[in-house]
């Protein structure tokens, strides 16, 4: 039963234009939502996150939506750039409990110069 | 850059064997992770730890052990590896919210 849904395994942007990933979850106890971002051979590293009390958090070119009724986020990348190519990984986790955290199977972006 | 290692970074090891992963930091965070990342499933989550000798299952926890007996130190151990354990094993460190991810431990299970 996967509690964190990523449905798009890949998805291929031009550069410049906009990025959009998605993912669904199903645990309503989860109130904090992380995107990570991985580059081959290497360890997931931090990108961006929100809390269930917030809709959106931006940080740059990165912004963090959530539909807490349709139990869906997104991020979207503006404008995407070569080296946003990567695996991005949909997270979520409750304050309780020790933080445990649940990662979807992750959308691989191709950025197209 | 979180002061989190992994050791060894690369291992080979028959079926049958023990073999313990070593996840090591210098942050004092309170909360550790191994996670196990394969294709078609991302990352899922085997043990995690929120002090030391207090530790609890994840999603994919049979065949897998843990311990933590310091703050810095968190060991996973694999009590008779089989080849469905041949994965990228990923070690993180929270101090709640955001984690921070290891290089990883490829290993292989022949």
């Known amino acids: 039963d996967q509690q964190v849904k990523q449905n798009s395994p890949s998805l291929s942007v031009q550069e410049g234009r906009i990025s959009i990933l998605n993912c669904d979850y199903t645990?309503?106890?989860?109130?904090?939502f992380l995107w990570y971002k991985k580059y081959p051979a290497e360890g997931p590293t931090f990108l961006i996150s929100?809390?269930?009390?917030?809709d959106k958090n931006e940080d740059g070119r990165f912004t963090v939506f959530l539909n807490k009724s349709a139990k869906h986020l997104s991020l979207h990348i503006v404008p995407s750039q070569p080296g946003d190519s990567a695996v991005y990984f949909c997270?979520?986790?409750?304050?309780?409990?020790?933080?445990?955290?649940?990662f979807g199977a992750g959308t691989r972006l191709f950025v197209k110069a | 850059d979180a002061g989190i290692t992994q050791s060894p970074r690369h291992k080979v090891t028959e079926t049958g064997t023990p073999v313990t992963l070593r996840c090591h930091q210098t942050e004092n965070h309170r909360y550790m992770y191994w996670y196990r990342q394969d294709p078609g499933h991302g990352l899922r989550l085997i043990h995690y730890s929120y002090g030391v000798k207090d530790t609890d299952k994840g999603e994919v926890s049979d065949g897998y052990s843990v311990s933590r007996s310091k703050t810095e130190d968190f060991l996973l151990t694999l009590e008779s590896a089989t080849s469905s354990q041949t994965s990228v094993y990923f070690c993180?460190?929270?101090?709640?919210?955001?984690?921070?991810f290891g290089p990883g431990t490829r290993l292989t299970v022949t």
């Open positions: 929100i809390s269930s009390i917030k």
């Open positions: 993180a460190i929270s101090g709640g919210g955001e984690q921070y």
């Open positions: 997270a979520a986790t409750t304050n309780t409990g020790g933080f445990k955290t649940i």
């Open positions: 645990n309503s106890m989860f109130d904090y």
